[in-house]
């Protein structure tokens, strides 16, 4: 039995509860007695959806998240075919902020996954790779920009590029996997390149959303103020991070202390809150403290947590991540409009943004300079944009210059359509360049 | 070294960032570009506060949701020592709709503890013992409203005594475990009546909100009428039971074969919040269709999922809990107005409430038929009121009925007052009652 004829069995059956849902809001007199009535409402149809079409992703092969970005398209744009009920879902302010709370979740995990000392410890190709892989893709995108947007400020350009800098290795590691290449020299240049990059893109980020800030408030522009406000960018994240390494294992020992329910997990999750909200006070966003806070736990703050320490807080973490991450990848997805994507020009973006994104990384494999390295595979494995590459699109739609967004909706759209296709494009690739090879021994 | 001591070397340390959050908000010319940042703020002086007065209460032999409480009323009356910067706090809708999905969590938790045949199971003294010890405290709180509130309608007198039906016997189990008396009949008992107690004090909730509901919105008032309501109540509960345990194994076995991260909680969350959204629309607190989805769900339909099932669900579930619970009960404690209750009216509501919920209670020990039964350590373990009472107390808050909220200010705090009151009495008097008495052998 094939897996299409094995979806198609059951998930009608889930379905219906789903359907009825999204379709007859109006059946109670009393809907808005109690204020969380719509969220409810909008939490089971992004959590059914997003499991439903997560698994159909996995079992095509591809990441679950791409599953959750068009089911997100799809409850998005049910209203253009006449199905109302779900169009309160993309401007419900709490739907936002549980998105957001799933961001900052998402990417305190992936800080968690790395610490500072792996940084310290990265291999020079893995360096090189990082640095190429995040300023050539910035430059080609930022070209892109020019080109098919003559009209939009440099900020909308410097912004396009900077959605094009971030990795997300997930599927990469994947692949690498089935294929008996997980322990092999590229993955682990790939790998340590990730790391990198997501610092890269993080300061990148910062930089070009705090120079929009301080234009769109009236600052004077220029090389000076610009370079200013990339290195108060870069200041705060290492600020944090040297700040954070200093006070951790003393906030971390006194809360090994404490004594009831959840002490591990609320004194992390306050420590990455805190992180995050000091990022949001020094004008950067919230997710860039979140990884700090990650990155700078170890293993070693949590000796006093018993044996299973980190791994303890990363489980406990999971859940969170598991609830609150779909939020935000549908609630991405549903803001694509299909009508946008459908105009030449989304097309032509999404298509040049797309050329520019997988160009770009493959420039990366001039960065290797170990031998017997198959450099197609790091070219191609660092192909992927993922949830980082949304993340940015979603944070320019938010930024406002000249009383228009940085990212209005069809740069947007076409943004989500490149992440969609590096997404896709990926495992095909990279299992072409790997065949033939030995797998590594393990 | 005494555990005052040892909490008083380390808790400064913690405190700091903490405060310097709470009293420095202004500090940040950006603090209001991303909406999440107040909310941020909140959360970490939330989560930091909730843990350490927990911590507090947990070495002081008190439930840790005690000192969350406390923290709360610390919290929200800071203004009162000329301590600005968390004045916001209460009326935040953010931090309103986190404690709200708390409750909605925890009470599926709660109900997940327990299945249909548990409560089928039930023994007779703990049927009789719940019956009472809901019908006789509902009419002692209703007599106190009407003692002390004369000018209150009887809408007023009736949620009053709604909040004094609930149980919550988690502080009583960990002190009959702590004598070596969890396994006895008075455990047995009193744990069996706790799991009926929930359900009748949730209808009457129910049947006491909606009358108030249906009469705010004009209907007629009478017998015949709200005896009709009271029936809906019962009937949406009973049907989703029923309903449930009809769709809830297609559900899961469809589930099951789901692949992703995160699906069993994702589903399970998915269903929980569903029937939540149906309690709410059909005009009952969301809290009875949570409770009722984690009744409904039973080790059964969670063989699929491996051998652990339903204990994986809980475990996953906890987190979630240990994030959202203490914002509903700090959010809950803030809203005690301290200048309210300093009032002698609200002095002696809090006082006449407490006697009646502690008498109230002790009526239950007559609906014991078995023989050898410590009929006064019964009674005293029902006393605890805990988070039940205080859902009841926040859901009152909400209800208006001619223009001004069921439970008011004075009434609010008073029952806050009440429900810490029970749960600090009842390890003494347990423990007393229980003296001299052999441990149950294991």
Same mark, same amino acid.
């Given at each position: 039995?094939?897996?299409? +004829? @094995?979806?198609?069995r059951?998930? =009608?059956?889930?379905?219906?509860?789903?359907?009825?849902?999204a379709?007859l809001?109006?059946?109670?007199?009393?809907?808005?007695?109690?204020?969380?009535?719509?969220?409810l409402?909008?939490?089971?149809?992004?959590?059914?959806?997003?499991? #439903?079409?997560?698994?159909a992703?996995?079992?095509?092969g591809? =990441?679950?998240?791409?599953?959750?970005?068009? /089911?997100?398209?799809?409850?998005?744009?049910? /209203?253009?075919?006449?199905i109302?009920?779900?169009?309160?879902?993309?401007?419900?302010?709490?739907?936002?902020?549980?998105?957001?709370?799933?961001?900052?979740?998402?990417l305190?995990?992936? %800080?968690?996954?790395?610490?500072?000392?792996?940084?310290?410890? !990265?291999?020079i190709s893995?360096?090189?790779?990082?640095?190429?892989?995040?300023?050539?893709?910035?430059?080609?995108?930022w070209m892109?920009?020019?080109?098919?947007? =003559?009209?939009s400020?440099?900020?909308v350009?410097a912004f396009?590029?900077?959605? #094009?800098?971030a990795?997300?290795?997930?599927i990469?590691?994947?692949?690498?996997?089935?294929?008996?290449?997980s322990?092999?020299k590229?993955? @682990?240049?790939?790998?340590?390149?990730?790391?990198?990059?997501?610092?890269l893109?993080?300061?990148?980020?910062?930089?070009?959303?705090g120079?929009?800030?301080a /234009?769109?408030?009236?600052? $004077? +522009?220029?090389?000076?103020? &610009?370079?200013?406000?990339?290195?108060?960018?870069?200041?705060?994240?290492?600020?944090?991070?040297?700040?954070?390494?200093?006070?951790?294992?003393?906030?971390?020992?006194? %809360?090994?202390?404490?004594?009831?329910?959840?002490?591990?997990?609320?004194?992390?999750?306050?420590?990455?809150?805190l992180?995050?909200?000091?990022?949001?006070?020094?004008?950067l966003?919230?997710?860039v403290g979140?990884?700090?806070?990650?990155?700078?736990?170890?293993?070693?703050?949590?000796?006093?947590y018993?044996?299973? %320490?980190?791994?303890?807080?990363?489980?406990?973490l @999971?859940?969170?991540?598991?609830?609150?991450?779909?939020?935000?990848?549908?609630?991405?997805?549903? $803001?694509?409009?299909v009508?946008a994507?459908?105009?030449p020009?989304?097309?032509?973006?999404?298509?040049?943004?797309?050329?520019?994104?997988?160009?770009?990384? &493959? /420039?990366?494999?001039?960065?290797?300079?170990?031998?017997?390295?198959?450099?197609w595979?790091?070219?191609?494995?660092?192909?992927?944009?993922?949830?980082?590459?949304?993340?940015f699109?979603?944070?320019?739609?938010?930024?406002?210059?000249?009383?228009?967004?940085?990212i209005? =909706?069809?740069?947007?759209?076409? !943004?989500v359509? +490149?992440?969609?296709?590096?997404?896709?494009?990926?495992p095909?690739?990279?299992?072409?360049?790997?065949?033939?090879?030995?797998?590594?021994?393990?």
């Amino acid at each position: 039995m094939g897996p299409s +004829m @094995r979806r198609n069995r059951y998930a =009608p059956r889930i379905l219906f509860p789903v359907l009825l849902l999204a379709f007859l809001p109006g059946i109670a007199h009393a809907a808005g007695a109690d204020p969380s009535l719509p969220l409810l409402r909008y939490l089971v149809v992004i959590l059914v959806s997003a499991k #439903l079409a997560g698994h159909a992703a996995v079992r095509l092969g591809q =990441p679950a998240v791409l599953g959750e970005l068009i /089911a997100g398209i799809v409850l998005g744009n049910l /209203a253009l075919l006449g199905i109302g009920g779900l169009e309160g879902m993309e401007t419900d302010p709490y739907v936002d902020i549980l998105s957001r709370l799933g961001v900052i979740v998402l990417l305190f995990g992936v %800080g968690l996954e790395s610490t500072i000392r792996d940084i310290l410890d !990265v291999g020079i190709s893995s360096l090189l790779v990082a640095v190429l892989g995040v300023a050539v893709p910035f430059g080609l995108g930022w070209m892109v920009g020019i080109w098919l947007l =003559p009209d939009s400020s440099s900020f909308v350009h410097a912004f396009l590029g900077a959605t #094009l800098c971030a990795t997300s290795v997930g599927i990469t590691a994947r692949v690498l996997q089935d294929v008996g290449r997980s322990r092999g020299k590229e993955a @682990r240049i790939i790998l340590g390149a990730a790391v990198i990059d997501d610092i890269l893109g993080l300061i990148i980020l910062a930089s070009v959303s705090g120079v929009i800030a301080a /234009a769109a408030s009236g600052v $004077k +522009m220029g090389v000076g103020p &610009q370079l200013w406000i990339a290195l108060q960018a870069f200041g705060f994240l290492a600020g944090a991070l040297i700040l954070g390494t200093f006070l951790t294992p003393r906030i971390f020992s006194t %809360g090994a202390r404490l004594r009831g329910s959840g002490v591990l997990l609320g004194i992390s999750l306050g420590f990455c809150f805190l992180l995050s909200w000091l990022s949001g006070l020094a004008g950067l966003a919230p997710i860039v403290g979140a990884f700090a806070a990650g990155l700078i736990l170890e293993p070693v703050h949590f000796r006093q947590y018993g044996s299973r %320490g980190i791994e303890e807080l990363e489980e406990k973490l @999971r859940p969170l991540s598991d609830f609150l991450a779909p939020v935000f990848f549908v609630l991405m997805g549903s $803001k694509v409009d299909v009508r946008a994507l459908a105009s030449p020009e989304a097309m032509a973006l999404a298509l040049a943004l797309t050329v520019a994104a997988v160009a770009g990384k &493959q /420039a990366c494999s001039l960065g290797i300079v170990d031998r017997g390295v198959n450099r197609w595979a790091v070219g191609f494995g660092m192909i992927p944009r993922g949830e980082v590459g949304l993340i940015f699109a979603s944070i320019g739609a938010g930024l406002t210059f000249g009383g228009t967004p940085v990212i209005g =909706p069809v740069t947007y759209s076409a !943004v989500v359509l +490149m992440v969609m296709i590096t997404t896709l494009v990926t495992p095909p690739l990279l299992k072409w360049s790997l065949s033939g090879e030995e797998p590594t021994p393990p």
